[in-house]
């Protein structure tokens, strides 16, 4: 069967459109938006779609251009039999078929069921969605943005042909039974009861269990074993601490032995010790004598010679007494002398004075005298001066009391006088008679030749009779202002003149300047008359007079005093000064003198005293050394009282010497028996050996504790018999044991079983699938090289996919691991294969219909699809390729179809089909939302790394190509986006 | 002079290895009983005095049933019994005869128990009894050194009858390849060897001696009893137990030795070897001959080896449950091996209608028959039973 027209009208951007296929390739070309795809899904729906389908399915192939019509599809085949044609017009129920075959036409139904028979394949319920309907014959049918898909996915309803197929060139030669199948499956669920998919016990397998029962035991085992073990330690520790209290009670008797004989022992110690003690007491005593009467001679011996000592003493004292009273006779002869001289000074001293006191009062009377010669000079030149002002003072008394003030306003009177004056006169119109042949009259002032007259008013001037000129001066009220404060002025004026008295203004000038030298002289007579003091002065030159009298008589009195004593006596004021200063001379020489013999007076005095008191203290030594050897005296007569006389003491200490002889003997007797028994060591060794009694004694209770410890842990209650427990738990850990290696052996011969099952259903799968990995590899070795090899994997009768190895790697890959450009390719090589397979059923060929599917194909592999296609042309096949980039497919030999540019689908359209509510099953969703598109294109792009072919992007978005490029153009006239260059181009973020 | 000799009694033994417990409580049980049968045998053939060379108790920590019971028997039985411990039930701390219960017990249901703890004479009914008790912490050479001693023999009375108790091992120069005579199966220690050659000559006129559990002459005047009642299987083909000893004796004289069976349950070893399918009748026989058609008598081991077919391989399975049943225990050691017949073969691998079966069962086959490791050929085995058996199931469906 093959495709040998289509004609598509009024669907969806198509008006009108129609193809003729070759019967081997055609290539279909043309730009992303010229309706490649749609043209395609027309020709499918024409085959599959049923006619009367509405709905979504039909809003979406309608046109929206040509509003109003139906779209028609128009489809003819070729198959064995002859030709078939096939006419489908789409309009809900009103839409009809039309199919014509060996000269038969059928409409309606009975066409479509003839149409569905040819294309072997089951009838689409009404509700098919547009998904499921796309489904018809996907195994040849490469939907635009399919081709990576597992093309195993879409062969699923033709699985059964396939393997009819496949048998008929010999794959499967046995095929598995259903007991096969059943006892496989039995194996497979008993192992999946064993074994977890990483291939240990199950949880609750037998065998699990048992392992666990098998620890368990182990554990009461162990746990038996330590009771046995700990009863076996008990009765060892009852047996050693039986064995150690037996040695202890030993130890103990001997130790008891060992310290009674140390005690008897001690005893005998003490008792010498007592004695030892006794006769030590004795030594001391005696001891104690000798040493007493010793001392007592000692200290008689003692105080003698201290007697002697004493009267040496005051011997050596006396001498230094009488001396020390020698010494002080002397100092006091001298200190008399020293005073009489001392007088003498004292009265010449007292002259001295009262010369002194008359000089003072003599010089002051002088000085007094010649004062009051000076106040009486200057009383006369007082009274000079005093004549002076009062002749000035006449004199001023006549002139007009002009000064400062009163001239300044004369002058400023004189001075506004002339400057209204001169202010009049420049208003004022000067009139000058030149010539006078009539009498003038000016302002009734006749007026001669030459006159000359001021105008201040309104003036007539008369010349002659009947002349009259009646003269204006300018300047209007300011002349008369003038003139007014002129008058003022000048009246002002000669009032202050009149005061003064004086006619005229330049004689108040000379009269001030007269005036004012006059005043000068008088400051300057009055100031002198000040420095000379005033009247007071008169009254202390009396005072001065009285001073003196009362001076002249003290001066007379102090004289008498001194009158023997002065030579000769000046009036003059010099000598007497000069004679005053040397008697006060003399008396400072006097006064020094003086006091050099007090301060020797005063040494003298110091020395009398000291000497004084040295003899008063050696006085007073000998009283006490007297007194001493008084009381010296007195003792040695009590010592001997006492203690007798010397000869009876040298008795006494004989007889007590010997007696210290024998004491000191028994002593050293008795010591040698100590040292012998050696008591220290004795006490050492006791409490050593007590001590010892005492460490056995604990470690006999220690072990006595022991043992009734370990007599209480073999105490048995009875209720078990322990050895036989754990014989019972080890016969038990055996046999569980040897059980658990028998479920183990079990659960391997299932293992074994399943895995061989698995093996070989495998094997006989492959065996079936070889004649298809075969052919898969006729194709595909053209792509990817004779090193790689597919094999196609069935699974319970099942095509599932295929693995491709590569031979000489070593390795396999499954489908999904694969690279998009490889996905597509290996795709494309199975579908043909297939198709391959399924032809004979088809009159020996079939269509294969590849849109768009090699986008991810580089220019390398390109090469080998095409050759891949042309072998599918030569074994029979019919291959359709749609493609916006034709020159891919140069030189194949292919039938070439352009497929003209068309305008892109208005949204207009697309938005009336969602007024109908949510879409459901929209292949191709246009989206009236362009908005939320060009945002999705946007994020889709960013993810893709912000630069994408345009196939690639579309097949990211999952769109079709109204969808994708309506909403790429717009995006490029936003300026988001631009377009690059590259197998069907692509485009990039701005 | 008359009495019995016994020993080994093991009251209390746990026969572990006896999955059954009732059949294991009997088993355990019968140890009592027969003790009683000792006693109507003693009564029977008017016996002065029971001597017990040792291992009165398997254990030195029996439970208290076991004491009770076995005191009870002891005296049901009415004549002094004179017993040592052995080296299971050693005298000593923590020893069952120093814990206040079997000392009650022992008062108040066998007063004519006595048992010996120390190494000395002790006269019963005219016969000087030398007991060579074993103890805990010394070895049975320990145990008879006294013997040697001419300050302690010394003082024994001159025209009785000298009966020598002991437990433990000998050397066995008659046994050929084994150097003792020891029946514990952990082996001999040292420490539980007797030299009958230290022994003066004419100390006793009889060594009664305890510790083999088969019936024994090892010297002129020295016997092992064996344990009283059987308790496992023989290893020797002359092993026999389940007996005591009747002793006729004069002071200087020979001992007269009679053994009187008592035991009641039959222990039994047996190999069987498959050689052909038709072999499991003979199996029958045999087991039939050895047990005279006897339920719950006999303890058994049995090694079935050989080669046989699946059908027979599952008859024998069925046959040996029988006798689980029937035995009070069987202990078997199934080597027996798989070798299809000719018919089941073709039943596994000839199934023209399912491939994957037939290829499974082909390569289980070869598998097994390869014979490089015995435990993939039993795993390999086992898998070619269990898809026989699916089969047969499975074709029934």
């Given at each position: 069967m093959k495709l040998a027209s289509a004609k598509v009208k009024n669907y969806r951007l198509h008006r009108e459109c129609s193809v003729e296929f070759d019967p081997g390739l055609t290539v279909i070309a043309g730009p992303n938006e010229s309706g490649k795809s749609t043209f395609i899904e027309a020709i499918h729906h024409c085959l599959f779609a049923p006619h009367k389908k509405s709905g979504q399915f039909l809003e979406h192939i309608k046109s929206n251009i040509y509003q109003g019509t139906n779209p028609e599809v128009e489809v003819v085949i070729e198959t064995s039999q002859g030709q078939c044609r096939i006419e489908k017009v789409f309009a809900g129920p009103k839409g009809h078929v039309y199919l014509e075959q060996h000269g038969e036409s059928f409409q309606g139904e009975r066409s479509e069921e003839r149409l569905l028979e040819l294309l072997s394949v089951d009838k689409p319920g009404p509700k098919v969605g547009i998904e499921k309907l796309r489904g018809y014959w996907s195994h040849l049918w490469v939907w635009q943005g399919k081709s990576g898909e597992n093309a195993a996915s879409h062969i699923e309803d033709y699985n059964d042909r396939l393997l009819r197929a496949l048998q008929s060139v010999g794959g499967a030669v046995v095929v598995q039974s259903e007991l096969d199948e059943r006892i496989s499956d039995i194996f497979a669920q008993r192992y999946d009861e064993i074994f977890t998919k990483a291939g240990k016990y199950k949880k609750h397998s037998e065998q699990a269990v048992l392992e666990q029962r098998l620890l368990d035991a182990r554990d009461e085992y162990e746990k038996a074993l330590q009771e046995v073990n700990r009863l076996e330690l008990a009765r060892q520790e009852f047996m050693d601490a039986s064995e150690r209290i037996e040695e202890c009670k030993r130890q103990i008797e001997l130790l008891k032995l060992e310290k009674e004989k140390i005690e008897k022992d001690l005893q005998q110690a003490e008792r010498v010790q007592k004695e030892l003690e006794k006769r030590q007491g004795e030594y001391d005593a005696i001891s104690k004598t000798v040493h007493h009467l010793d001392q007592v001679d000692r200290k008689i011996k003692e105080l003698k010679k201290a007697i002697e000592r004493i009267n040496g003493e005051k011997e050596r004292l006396q001498r230094g007494l009488s001396k020390a009273k020698q010494h002080l006779h002397h100092q006091e002869k001298e200190i008399l002398a020293i005073e009489t001289e001392k007088g003498r000074i004292q009265k010449r001293l007292s002259v001295l004075g009262n010369l002194i006191r008359f000089y003072d009062g003599f010089i002051t009377l002088l000085q007094a005298q010649e004062q009051m010669d000076n106040m009486q000079k200057r009383g006369e030149r007082r009274r000079e001066i005093e004549e002076k002002i009062s002749a000035i003072e006449k004199e001023l008394a006549e002139f007009p009391e002009i000064d400062k003030t009163v001239l300044s306003e004369i002058r400023k009177a004189k001075t506004n006088v002339d400057k209204a004056g001169a202010t009049k006169d420049a208003i004022a119109t000067g009139i000058e008679i030149v010539k006078a042949d009539l009498p003038v009259v000016v302002g009734g002032k006749r007026l001669l030749a030459k006159d000359e007259v001021t105008v201040t008013q309104l003036t007539e001037i008369e010349v002659g009779d009947g002349v009259v000129i009646a003269i204006r001066p300018g300047g209007g009220d300011a002349l008369q202002k003038a003139i007014e404060e002129e008058d003022l002025w000048k009246a002002s004026l000669s009032r202050l003149l009149d005061r003064l008295g004086i006619g005229e203004f330049s004689q108040a000038e000379i009269m001030f300047e007269k005036r004012q030298a006059l005043l000068k002289k008088l400051d300057r007579l009055n100031s002198e008359l000040k420095g000379l003091g005033g009247r007071e002065e008169d009254e202390a030159i009396s005072r001065m007079e009285k001073e003196i009298a009362a001076l002249d008589a003290e001066v007379k009195r102090r004289r008498e005093a001194v009158q023997q004593f002065l030579d000769s006596h000046d009036r003059d004021l010099f000598s007497a000064r000069h004679q005053a200063e040397a008697v006060k001379d003399e008396e400072e020489k006097l006064l020094e003198k003086n006091r050099d013999i007090e301060d020797q007076l005063k040494g003298l005095r110091a020395e009398q005293e000291t000497l004084q008191n040295e003899i008063f203290s050696i006085e007073k030594e000998l009283t006490s050394l007297e007194e001493k050897a008084i009381k010296i005296k007195a003792q040695i007569e009590t010592l001997e009282g006492e203690h007798g006389t010397n000869e009876d003491r040298r008795k006494r200490l004989a007889q007590e010497r010997n007696r210290f002889g024998e004491i000191s003997r028994d002593i050293e007797a008795l010591n040698g028996q100590l040292s012998i028994l050696d008591p220290a060591h004795l006490y050492e060794r006791f409490s050593n050996i007590k001590n010892e009694l005492d460490e056995t004694q604990r470690a006999l209770d220690v072990s006595k504790q022991i043992k009734n410890k370990a007599a209480g842990k073999l105490e048995m209650d009875g209720s078990t018999d322990p050895q036989a427990e754990l014989s019972r738990y080890k016969a038990r850990l055996d046999s569980l044991e040897q059980e658990f290696e028998m479920a183990k052996e079990r659960a391997e011969a299932i293992k074994l079983l399943h895995n061989l099952f698995s093996q070989e259903i495998s094997r006989l799968a492959d065996s079936y699938s070889a004649p298809l990995s075969q052919k898969i590899n006729t194709y595909i070795k053209y792509v990817i090289g004779p090193e790689a090899k597919v094999k196609a994997v069935f699974q319970q009768d099942t095509f599932q996919g295929i693995r491709l190895s590569h031979i000489a790697k070593g390795v396999e890959f499954d489908f999904d691991s694969l690279s998009g450009g490889t996905r597509e390719q290996v795709s494309a090589a199975v579908r043909l294969a297939i198709a391959e397979l399924l032809a004979p059923d088809f009159g020996g060929s079939l269509p294969v219909i590849f849109d768009d599917s090699f986008t991810n194909t580089d220019t390398k592999r390109l090469e080998g699809v095409r050759t891949m296609l042309s072998m599918a042309v030569k074994r029979g096949l019919q291959v359709i390729v749609l493609t916006s980039n034709q020159d891919d497919y140069i030189g194949i030999g292919a039938k070439k179809i352009q497929l003209p540019p068309q305008r892109p689908v208005l949204v207009q359209q697309t938005a009336g089909l969602n007024q109908g509510g949510p879409r459901k099953e929209m292949d191709h969703p246009v989206s009236a939302l362009s908005g939320e598109d060009e945002k999705l294109f946007m994020k889709r792009l960013a993810e893709r790394g912000g630069h994408c072919g345009n196939k690639s992007l579309m097949a990211y978005l999952g769109w079709d190509e109204e969808r994708y490029w309506s909403i790429q153009k717009t995006l490029v006239n936003k300026g988001r986006i631009t377009t690059g260059r590259g197998r069907g181009g692509s485009v990039e973020i701005v | 002079m008359r009495f019995i000799h016994t020993a080994?009694?093991?009251?209390?033994?746990?026969?572990?290895?006896?999955?059954?417990e009732a059949k294991r409580a009997l088993v355990r049980n019968q140890r009592i009983e027969t003790i009683r049968r000792i006693g109507e045998k003693a009564r029977e053939q008017d016996a002065g005095f029971i001597v017990v060379a040792g291992d009165?108790?398997?254990?030195?920590?029996?439970d208290s049933s076991t004491v009770s019971a076995l005191c009870s028997a002891v005296g049901e039985i009415g004549l002094p019994v004179i017993a040592i411990p052995g080296n299971h039930d050693y005298g000593g701390p923590g020893s069952i005869y120093e814990q206040a219960f079997f000392q009650k017990e022992a008062q108040n249901l066998a007063p004519n128990l006595r048992i010996i703890l120390k190494p000395e004479p002790v006269e019963v009914n005219g016969a000087v009894i030398l007991a060579c008790p074993c103890l805990f912490g010394r070895s049975s050479m320990e145990a008879t050194a006294w013997l040697n001693s001419k300050e302690l023999t010394?003082?024994?009375?001159?025209?009785r009858p000298r009966i020598i108790l002991a437990h433990g091992s000998i050397y066995d120069f008659s046994a050929g390849s084994e150097q003792f005579s020891h029946e514990d199966e952990a082996g001999t220690a040292l420490?539980?060897?007797?030299?009958?050659?230290?022994?003066?000559?004419?100390?006793?006129d009889y060594i009664a001696l305890g510790d083999w559990h088969g019936t024994k002459q090892v010297h002129e005047k020295a016997w092992y009893s064996g344990t009283h009642e059987p308790d496992r299987f023989p290893r020797h083909q002359n092993y026999s137990s389940g007996n005591v000893l009747l002793v006729d004796l004069i002071r200087g004289g020979t001992p007269t030795v009679k053994p009187l069976t008592v035991g009641e349950f039959r222990w039994t070893r047996l190999s069987f070897h498959f050689s052909s399918d038709t072999d499991i009748q003979q199996l029958n026989v045999k087991i039939n001959e050895l047990?005279?058609?006897?339920?719950?008598k006999d303890l058994m081991k049995l090694l079935i080896e050989g080669y046989a077919g699946m059908e027979t391989i599952k008859k024998v399975g069925e046959f040996l449950e029988t006798l689980k049943a029937r035995f009070l225990m069987l202990s078997c050691e199934n080597r027996l091996r798989l070798r299809p017949d000719d018919h089941e073969l073709m039943r596994l691998k000839e199934r023209r209608s399912d491939p994957i079966i037939s290829s499974v069962a082909a390569r289980l086959v070869k598998e097994m028959e390869r014979g490089d490791d015995e435990r993939t050929q039993r795993i390999s085995s086992l898998a070619l039973i269990e898809l026989y058996n699916a089969l047969i199931e499975g074709e029934y469906q």
């Open positions: - | 080994d009694w093991h009251a209390g033994r746990p026969f572990e290895t006896i999955p059954d009165v108790f398997d254990s030195n920590t029996p010394a003082g024994l009375p001159v025209n420490s539980s060897v007797i030299d009958l050659d230290q022994i003066p000559e004419d100390l006793a047990t005279g058609g006897q339920v719950g």
